[in-house]
């Protein structure tokens, strides 16, 4: 009881909010939901949330002129509030509410790069991005022109800034970036890599998709332009996501999806836009996840990001630890300290896929591929990683047993 | 532990696995092909020496991957070695993942299907130099008809 009482947070209490975490299968096997990164799971208090919501408060927003719809209208505009103070952004006005970080990065790539890049500029991303920051950015290069370049990294997975400020130059337009990277466990340095692309005159968009439900978000701190994230890695239901912009920037960007919503008055040949948010939310928006994204805000300000982050340290500490224990296991990423909890490893001898599967038959969930970043796999030599990603609810007995199943894993083959 | 999914790392899939059949390059190919599934990196490269009659006297297979792309390559090439063109052309998906013999989820069954898809277009793929344009020398006939979902290189 020692150990746990040092512990920054009590993750079994913790556990009891998440019905899906006493799921046994296989037979009666403990599930052990290792796959955070890929997304994490819901605590009670966002499924009764999305009940309450559609059992008593629904109906469509900024509509009618209905009880009902005044009543599904403060719902959504408190979630915008809640997201507002959970990255610290200056003005509610500036948090859109998008489908995903995915929908959040091709609104920018689409909206702010047809209308600001031209041929001949460049915009700067990451070797470690995942797709979702590569291929809209990519798509842009083929309508403009634009030239894209890739900030290096070292053999242990870091940005290599002196090679970034030689890409740097008067015709970045833009620097695209994670705050961590999803198979590196990188913790990404946004403030100075903010204040190197603002001296060259770039603006800077932050793929906090990674980071958001694991350390604190302070889009002022960061100083960034634009910064996207999502629900669904956030104890939050898939289908919403985040895109804060600087006011500036979104008062001068065109619209992106045209529609309802997104109007101020139509012609039947002309359209003035509304103001934002609205400018960007065509359609009808996702209402209900957004309800159900802040009240998953609410669950991680009650845990604390502060602690939660200092727990994923604990974790992520053991797993090191315990991989190095089982031999010939190779984890790709920089030291501890600079890290998140993700480890993404690859066995001597045994595919990923099998480590995955054979991980599988003892109710472990990892992912194993290349975790939608072909480029970074094809830096790093491999082509394939499995990786194990933590979050508060995950205890240091499931690390354990993550070694115990890899070391069963490697015994399955026997002459390797 | 469930009893479907170990049947994955049963011996006889070891065996192909880890001392496969025929790894490596025929010494006079007519015919090969290889390709990847680019979602989890497999690779399998399938040669073929197919007499003028249309008999494969020498089937290789050469790759990287997981235990399952490659131990069924390793099977495929055992089992449609000697038979007629004709043979492979009617070898059905389903019967690929018979011949590999462990009950497999969709997502893995793309892993197994990844040699007999090299296999049916193998078939069509003279090497230069080598055997007539299709390898029974009848044309191009059914066999890519018979692939489904097919994952083309990008």
Known sequence: MNALATLPLDPQTLRADFPILATTIHDNVPLVYLDNAATTQRPRQVIQTIVDTYERRYANVHRGIHWLSDQSTDLFEEAREGVRAFINAPAREEVI?????TESINLVARSWGDANVRAGDEIVLTVMEHHSNLVPWQQLA????????HIPITDDGELI???FDKLLSPRTRLVALASVSNVLGT???VEEIVRRAHSAGALVLVDAAQSAAHMPTDVQRWN????????HKMLAPSGVGVLWGRRELLDAMPPFLGGGSMIRRVKVDSFEPADLPAKFEAGTPPIVPAIGLGAAIDYINAVGLANIHAYEDVLTRRAHTVLAEVGGVR????ALEKKAGIVSFTVEGVHAHDVAQLLDRQGIAVRAGHHCTMPLHKRLGITATARASFYFYNTLDEINLLGRALADAKHVFRRR | MPADEEEIYQEHILDHYEDPYHRGHCAHPTHAHEDDNPLCGDEVRIELDVEPGGRIREAYFNG???CISQAAASMLVEHIEGKDVGFVKQFSAEEMLKLFGARLTPNRQKCCLLSWKVLQSAIFSPVDGGGPRTADGKGNATAG??????VKKP
Request: contains cysteine; aromatic residues 8%.
């Open chain 2, 145 to 150: 008809d018979a692939t489904t979902g097919e």
């Open chain 1, 331 to 334: 984890i790709v990423g920089p």
């Open chain 1, 161 to 163: 800034l002196d090679e």
């Open chain 1, 187 to 189: 913790i990404n340095p």
């Open chain 1, 97 to 101: 509410f998008t489908h995903g970080t």
């Open chain 2, 64 to 66: 990287d991957g997981c």
């Open chain 1, 142 to 149: 083929a309508r403009t022109g634009c030239t894209l370049r």
């Open chain 1, 224 to 231: 960034a332009d634009f910064v996207a994230f999502s629900g």
